[in-house]
């Protein structure tokens, strides 16, 4: 599949790894200029482009940036597009959001409205770039780490689930995205090694606030 991803920081760079190791195409992208990602090039064997080039290269975009770059993003080539959303609210980094500190929305949900699609699965931002590459083990290995995702969109989650699969980590479905708060910043499943058997229990007693 080609995946055009918008980011090309810790985020963009670990999954275009992983990607491309998993048999996918990737076009890496960043606000500055594909020229600033020349030598990723060769070093993952993806393609480099714009944040429009790689919106319109993707069957599958992820977006891989920061909450404050949304607004930037390249909203009509993202329609009707199946999006994986990273993105996690860090109100030191990104400043305070009331609709986010007051939790009338979701993380992902404001990513979604930002965009004007309903296409959006939240999915890797629960867990640090780091062990995404280093904790993958194969299927039915005992221990294997599990991974949540959210979306009203099935199409969305199923390509969700087959990358996580492929990388290396079991799946756990949160539901609708309007319950992606269960694995946003701060809560119980952010950021845990946890097997598919906790992440689901973790995930089914969460409090929101
Ligand atoms: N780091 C992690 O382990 C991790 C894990 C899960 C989730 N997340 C979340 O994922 C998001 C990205 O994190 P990161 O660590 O990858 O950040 P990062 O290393 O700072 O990289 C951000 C990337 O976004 C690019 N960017 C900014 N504005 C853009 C735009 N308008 N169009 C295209 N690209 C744009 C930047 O390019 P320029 O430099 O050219 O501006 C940079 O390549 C954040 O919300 C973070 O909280 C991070």
Not at 44 to 70: D, Q, S
Not at 137 to 155: K, S
Request: hydrophobic share 45%; with cysteine.
């Amino acid at each position: 599949m080609k995946i055009g991803i918008l980011g090309a920081g810790f985020v963009g760079r670990a999954i275009a790894k992983l990607a491309i190791g998993a048999g996918h195409e990737v076009m890496l992208s960043n606000s500055r200029s594909p020229n600033t990602l020349f030598s990723l090039k060769p070093m993952l064997g993806c393609e480099t482009g714009t944040a429009l080039e790689a919106a319109r290269f993707g069957e599958l975009v992820v977006i891989a940036v920061p909450l404050t770059a949304i607004d930037a993003l390249p909203k009509a080539e993202l329609q009707g597009k199946p999006l994986l959303d990273a993105v996690n609210y860090y109100p030191d980094r990104d400043g305070h959001i009331e609709i986010l500190d007051t939790r009338q929305i979701t993380t992902s949900e404001l990513v979604a409205q930002t965009l004007g699609t309903v296409r959006v699965t939240k999915a890797f931002n629960a867990i640090p770039m780091t062990q995404l590459e280093s904790d993958g083990l194969p299927q039915g290995v005992a221990n294997r780490r599990a991974l949540p995702l959210a979306g009203d969109d099935i199409e969305g989650k199923r390509i969700a689930t087959t990358l996580y699969d492929a990388f290396g980590f079991d799946v756990v479905d949160a539901g609708a995205l309007a319950e992606g708060w269960r694995f946003e910043r701060g809560m119980p499943a952010y950021c845990v090694r946890m097997t598919k058997r906790e992440l689901e229990e973790t995930l089914s007693v969460s409090q929101r606030g």
